[in-house]
């Protein structure tokens, strides 16, 4: 499963999150991208995406992404 970190995490996460290719936006070339335009970046390469951030799923219509968002919602 190909996992993106969002900017607000640690990229040591990755270390925890064994057999799964794991990149974060910040090395992915997504770095400053607001939530939707994020999204809608990010859905064709990777599989999950995991946030801290608790308001995405009132901002962003998750229903229509193609992702797996985790996160403080999930």
Not at 33 to 56: C, K
């Amino acid at each position: 499963m190909k996992v993106i970190l969002d900017e607000c995490l640690p990229r040591r996460l990755a270390r925890h999150l064994v057999d799964h290719e794991v990149s974060s936006v910040v090395d992915a070339g997504f770095a400053g991208l607001g939530n939707g335009r994020l999204l809608g970046a990010i859905q064709e390469e990777f599989d999950a995406f995991v946030t801290i951030d608790s308001n995405l799923e009132y901002q962003q219509a998750l229903s229509d992404n193609r992702l797996s968002a985790t996160g403080p919602f999930a």
